[in-house]
């Protein structure tokens, strides 16, 4: 009777275990549903932030584009309407990407909605929008971000970048494209942004800027070859008489077909604007 007490006894431990083991295991399993329950909420919300719709501008084709490498990123992009009629594009890339970098680029949307009036111009209302953020910034983060000013009454633009780059300009008359670097340094790293003027611009007929995140020309094949600049203008040139939204995706079918199924390790966010 005694060694079958030990052995009901045994038993029963290795009852309790198992027991104990499937209560952690289903305690753990609430724990990652509550976890991709919140990211689902927060992708919903930054996706709710995007514009659902692009400003209609005379003489103007514009298009946007986002796709996060994680549930949440911390590329976005916008556009406003100023008091004088002119319409604003921004586009912002926060260091890294998920929950963390989705809260700062809802932060620097905020910022900018609240700094660009279109009275003090683009580089004050930039100087403000990084005094803002340099105070929400820890260590090592920042944005890379471009603002972009299209007058409907005339064929100016007028482009300023904190550390965002390369900018494209591609010209049809001359069948060019133009590589321009960054005014400024990127948003967060000083409480004093250091940046120079912003450029002028003019588009002809057909012309176009393409403000694009590193996403794009950084996504690696299988060989760790990177998609890169030249590639990418390739196939905007090769899409030049589609509208902007039909250059954009075949800058991502591009992108995607030279990857070979490598995982898209960066958000992808791209915004064209062409002289039509």
Known sequence: MV???FV???IASEIRKQVDAALREAETRRQVDRLENDLEVARSIQQ???????PQIQGYDIAAWNQPADQTGGDYYDWLLLPDG????ALGDVT???IGS???????RAYVRANFTGENGLLIA???INTALATDMTQGLFVTFVAAVCNPKNSRVELLSAGHGPLFRYSLGEDRFDKMDAQGLPLGIS???SSDPPLILELNQGDLLLLATDGFYEWANAQSEEFGSKRLEETVRASREKSSGDIISALYRAVVDFSGGTKQQDDLTAVIIKRS
Do not use: D, N, Q
């Open 3 to 5: 060694g079958a007490g």
């Open 8 to 10: 009901a006894g045994g």
């Open 48 to 54: 709710s932030l995007l514009p659902t719709s692009m």
């Open 86 to 89: 002119k319409i604003l594009l």
């Open 96 to 98: 890294g990407h998920g």
């Open 102 to 108: 989705a809260l700062l680029a809802a932060a620097c």
């Open 126 to 128: 930039m100087e403000r």
């Open 191 to 193: 409480s004093i942004l």
